[in-house]
């Protein structure tokens, strides 16, 4: 199974972005699904994160009320549309798969993770 995350891009401040992560192989039903970003510099950091069956999503402080992840299960692909975008969010971000059975709760945590795609740039210029 591959997944591969596209969508980055140079923005201007204030922009918005939507990345997606599609992947080949086992059904995306089979996973919950996560972004996470590593900005220059600094440790990967947890963004955000769905679960399939209920949708229940999860997001990081600064992504509250700018980001948005969703799910489309017509086309097995999971969306993070990030709007009002600063040049704090420059990173590398990267969509993770985790097992359905992980707890809701350790889906911010990477070592729950068992799929990674290989990142998408995302520079936002002041």
């Known amino acids: 199974v591959q997944l591969q995350a596209f969508g980055g891009g140079l923005v201007q401040a204030g922009e918005s972005l939507a990345l997606s992560c599609a992947t080949s192989?086992?059904?995306?039903?089979?996973?919950?699904w996560g972004w996470f970003r590593q900005a220059p510099g600094k440790e990967r950091e947890f963004v955000a994160a769905?679960?399939?069956?209920?949708?229940?999503?999860f997001y990081t402080d600064s992504a509250k009320g700018r980001f948005t992840i969703s799910r489309d299960p017509r086309r097995d692909t999971v969306t993070l549309q990030m709007n009002s975008l600063n040049p704090e969010d420059t990173a590398v971000y990267y969509c993770a798969a985790a097992l359905n059975s992980v707890g809701s709760r350790d889906l911010l945590y990477q070592s729950s993770y068992t799929l990674w795609g290989q990142g998408t740039q995302v520079t936002v210029s002041s």
């Open positions: 769905i679960t399939w069956r209920a949708g229940r999503t």
């Open positions: 192989g086992r059904p995306f039903g089979s996973y919950a």
